[in-house]
């Protein structure tokens, strides 16, 4: 690639859309890389079924917000904000297969580390279990001794749980 930006957008447009794509193709530059399709059609499947929703309406279907919106009954700004949010997991998703196959180095990008779990769902549960009146450490605790995450700030979780588990 030419350029050292990826629009994470086109990859979702463009799967399956437009074999002509030079980093669409695979090695031999015959056939559309069928890696590429899995591991994009894995981040998809990992959105939140509105998000999913969202991404298939306004990318797949064509739709805009206006079209969605009066479908589904939510305002604008709310699907806008799910766009935003659907994108920033599928980049967050992406990054290290991008990193790796295109060798583009990407700066202050961070990953959640909850999403990035394995048992990020175990996880999710037992954030949202929490007695709202206790202090974060037993789920800090928790998180090091029976999953191997070390998050060192309470902010990182509260961030995941304002973020990343909202519907």
């Excluded at 797949?60 to 305002?75: A, W």
Aim: aromatic share 10%.
């Amino acid at each position: 690639m030419s350029n050292s930006r990826v629009v994470y957008q086109n990859w979702i447009v463009d799967l399956g859309r437009d074999p002509l794509k030079q980093w669409f193709l695979n090695e031999n530059r015959s056939k559309p890389d069928e890696q590429l399709k899995e591991i994009v059609s894995s981040a998809l499947k990992k959105l939140s079924s509105n998000e999913q929703e969202f991404i298939i309406q306004f990318y797949y279907m064509g739709k805009s917000y206006q079209e969605i919106s009066s479908q589904t009954g939510r305002v604008i700004y709310k699907l806008e904000a799910l766009h935003k949010r659907a994108l920033k997991k599928l980049e967050a998703r992406l990054l290290g297969f991008v990193k790796n196959r295109f060798d583009i180095k990407i700066h202050n990008k961070t990953v959640c580390p909850i999403c990035e779990s394995e048992y990020a769902n175990e996880i999710n549960e037992i954030i949202a279990n929490r007695n709202p009146r206790d202090t974060w450490r037993p789920v800090l605790k928790i998180l090091k001794e029976k999953f191997g995450i070390n998050i060192r700030s309470p902010q990182t979780l509260i961030g995941h749980s304002k973020y990343h588990t909202a519907t």
